[in-house]
């Protein structure tokens, strides 16, 4: 049988095959930063409203994200690049009052590749302000660039929820901009009816005029600020999960019918929704630019 000589094809496949992921590295690595196709906060705050929706659709859709079905469930995640801490949270006198989990980068691999990881191919139990933050942590990193968002945080220790270069907070209050992150209570009438429960409040992007997302199920579309506020108000109104022993039943229920039949106390539910003492956020224009600028300049040093 007469042989064939291979194919000059063939002959460089073994190089070909070698080189690929260098080449799909740097490929991602010169992916152009989102930063420099934006020209002013404006247009920032559009693309910031709508990726961010689209990531939040995400992480509420695609199976690997959960919240917490009680308040004292675990927050975990299977991403081996990531730890899940969580903090003390104390009162004053000291007292412990809450624990507040956030995540926190090992390294071991860069930025970029450990978000990716953790947002596409792990297991997460998290609640709605790891949620928010993490989805400000994407959009801080297709602004600048996985080169960029990598070097920056080569040093830096990225934690989410924490300190963003780029996020910046100008008041308090409901986020009513386009782009504006916030945080709305719920009535102090929930905790005692639902002391377990996991809708003491809520993070919310706000994503047009009147419209919000954020981390929870009712979220397979923007939603208007007074259906969030329903949707709290009957969370709050459910049949209270206090033990039944406990002594006090009979006047929560009490008050469970009166918060139901009352227009009064419903106008002040809605009125409690200001929150503030926390700040609303977003992505800073000029201040993504210093950074970029900060982090051109290390590089050509």
Same mark, same amino acid.
Not at 56 to 78: A, I, V, Y
Not at 173 to 178: H, M
């Given at each position: 049988m007469?042989?064939?000589?291979?194919?000059?094809f063939?002959?460089? !496949?073994?190089?070909? &095959?070698?080189? &690929?992921?260098?080449?799909?590295?740097?490929?991602?690595?010169?992916?152009?930063?989102v930063?420099?196709?934006?020209?002013s906060?404006?247009?920032?705050?559009?693309?910031?409203?709508?990726?961010?929706?689209?990531?939040? /659709?995400?992480?509420?859709?695609?199976?690997?994200?959960?919240?917490p079905?009680q308040?004292?469930?675990?927050?975990?995640?299977?991403? +081996?690049h990531w730890?899940?801490?969580h903090?003390?949270?104390?009162?004053?006198?000291?007292?412990?009052i809450?624990?507040s +989990?956030?995540l926190? &980068?090992?390294g071991?691999? +860069?930025?970029?590749?450990?978000?990716?990881h953790?947002?596409?191919?792990?297991?997460?139990?998290?609640?709605?302000?790891?949620?928010?933050?993490? !989805?400000?942590?994407a959009?801080?990193?297709?602004?600048?660039?996985?080169?960029h968002?990598?070097? &920056?945080?080569?040093?830096?220790?990225?934690?989410?929820?924490?300190?963003?270069?780029?996020?910046?907070?100008?008041?308090?209050?409901?986020?009513?901009?386009?782009?504006?992150?916030?945080?709305?209570?719920?009535?102090?009438?929930?905790?005692?009816f639902?002391?377990?429960?996991?809708?003491n409040?809520?993070?919310?992007?706000?994503?047009?005029?009147?419209?919000y997302?954020?981390?929870?199920?009712i979220?397979?579309?923007?939603?208007?600020? +007074?259906?969030? /506020?329903?949707?709290?108000?009957?969370?709050?109104?459910?049949?209270?999960t206090?033990?039944a022993?406990?002594?006090?039943?009979?006047?929560?229920?009490?008050?469970?019918?009166?918060?139901?039949?009352s227009r009064?106390?419903?106008?002040?539910?809605?009125?409690c929704?200001?929150?503030?003492?926390?700040?609303?956020?977003?992505?800073?224009?000029?201040?993504l630019?210093?950074?970029?600028?900060?982090?051109?300049?290390?590089?050509?040093?």
């Amino acid at each position: 049988m007469r042989r064939t000589a291979p194919s000059l094809f063939m002959f460089f !496949v073994p190089f070909i &095959l070698a080189i &690929l992921p260098l080449s799909t590295e740097a490929a991602m690595l010169r992916k152009v930063p989102v930063i420099d196709t934006l020209t002013s906060q404006d247009t920032l705050n559009a693309w910031a409203a709508q990726r961010g929706q689209e990531l939040l /659709l995400h992480l509420n859709t695609c199976g690997r994200f959960r919240f917490p079905e009680q308040r004292d469930e675990p927050h975990t995640t299977s991403s +081996p690049h990531w730890d899940m801490r969580h903090d003390d949270v104390t009162d004053a006198t000291g007292r412990l009052i809450a624990r507040s +989990p956030k995540l926190v &980068l090992k390294g071991g691999v +860069p930025a970029s590749v450990a978000l990716h990881h953790l947002l596409h191919e792990s297991d997460n139990v998290i609640e709605c302000q790891i949620a928010v933050f993490l !989805v400000l942590t994407a959009l801080e990193q297709e602004l600048l660039g996985d080169h960029h968002f990598d070097s &920056l945080h080569r040093h830096t220790p990225l934690m989410i929820p924490g300190p963003l270069a780029s996020v910046g907070s100008t008041r308090r209050g409901i986020p009513e901009t386009t782009g504006e992150i916030g945080y709305i209570v719920n009535t102090s009438l929930y905790k005692r009816f639902h002391p377990r429960g996991r809708w003491n409040g809520q993070n919310l992007l706000c994503v047009g005029t009147d419209l919000y997302t954020g981390f929870d199920p009712i979220f397979t579309e923007p939603r208007s600020m +007074p259906y969030i /506020l329903d949707q709290m108000y009957q969370e709050t109104i459910k049949t209270p999960t206090t033990d039944a022993s406990d002594p006090t039943l009979h006047s929560i229920k009490l008050m469970q019918a009166q918060l139901k039949e009352s227009r009064r106390l419903w106008e002040n539910f809605k009125t409690c929704q200001s929150a503030p003492d926390y700040p609303v956020l977003f992505i800073h224009y000029h201040r993504l630019r210093q950074c970029q600028k900060m982090l051109k300049e290390e590089m050509d040093e």
